[in-house]
């Protein structure tokens, strides 16, 4: 796999097109398209960080804003924004597999169809690659519902417990 690949949106679902928003991101933050973003509330500021290894595990992690559409207008010296997709319901992601020989086979994605799993990140520099932990974990946000033994890739949904819009513990 190349270095720097991420995340995309495999399928829109029941939306015809998918609206972005715009969140703040704190001064000398990386933020690249294609990096799952999670809320991050600290010293009297709400802005969005990039996932790191192991995201996301429910009512454990920050909750889960979406997927950047762009590169972050942040500098070493300037909060910036980002343009991000919500994670509504119905839409399918795809990202590489952790492990590209456990879903070489249509029998062994067929196998992981309805496991959550987490991400696993290399870095969240702009040369690490992001993919999709293949290691069921109930609290897990994201769920597998297929992926291309070609590509060794899986498509993924993310749980709307996860997300700022369907938890309903948010305060």
């Known amino acids: 796999?190349?270095?720097?690949?991420?995340?995309?949106i495999r399928d829109?679902?029941?939306?015809?097109?998918?609206q972005t928003y715009q969140w703040q991101v704190a001064a000398a933050a990386t933020i690249k398209e294609g990096m799952f973003l999670k809320q991050y509330s600290g010293a009297g500021e709400a802005t969005v960080i990039p996932f790191?290894?192991?995201?996301?595990?429910?009512e454990t992690d920050e909750m889960i804003v979406g997927l950047a559409a762009d590169d972050?207008?942040?500098?070493?010296?300037?909060?910036?924004v980002v343009n991000v997709y919500v994670p509504l319901p119905g839409i399918v992601y795809e990202g590489y597999a952790t492990?590209?020989?456990?879903?070489?086979?249509?029998a062994e994605i067929n196998a992981l169809c309805g496991d959550q799993v987490v991400l696993a990140i290399s870095a969240t520099t702009d040369a690490g690659?992001?993919?999709?932990?293949?290691?069921?974990?109930?609290?897990?946000?994201?769920?597998?519902?297929?992926?291309d033994p070609v590509k060794k890739?899986?498509?993924f949904?993310?749980?709307?417990d996860a997300t700022l819009l369907g938890n309903s513990k948010i305060t």
């Not at 790191?52 to 429910?58: C, E, K, P, Q, S």
């Not at 972050?72 to 910036?80: F, H, L, P």
């Open 1 to 8: 796999m190349a270095a720097g690949k991420r995340i995309w």
């Open 12 to 18: 829109s679902g029941p939306y015809t097109a998918l």
């Open 52 to 58: 790191v290894t192991g995201d996301h595990t429910i």
């Open 72 to 80: 972050t207008t942040a500098t070493a010296a300037a909060v910036g």
């Open 99 to 106: 492990t590209g020989t456990g879903v070489d086979t249509q």
């Open 129 to 147: 690659d992001w993919t999709i932990g293949v290691a069921h974990s109930a609290a897990s946000a994201f769920v597998i519902v297929g992926g």
């Open 153 to 155: 890739t899986l498509w």
């Open 157 to 160: 949904m993310v749980k709307d």
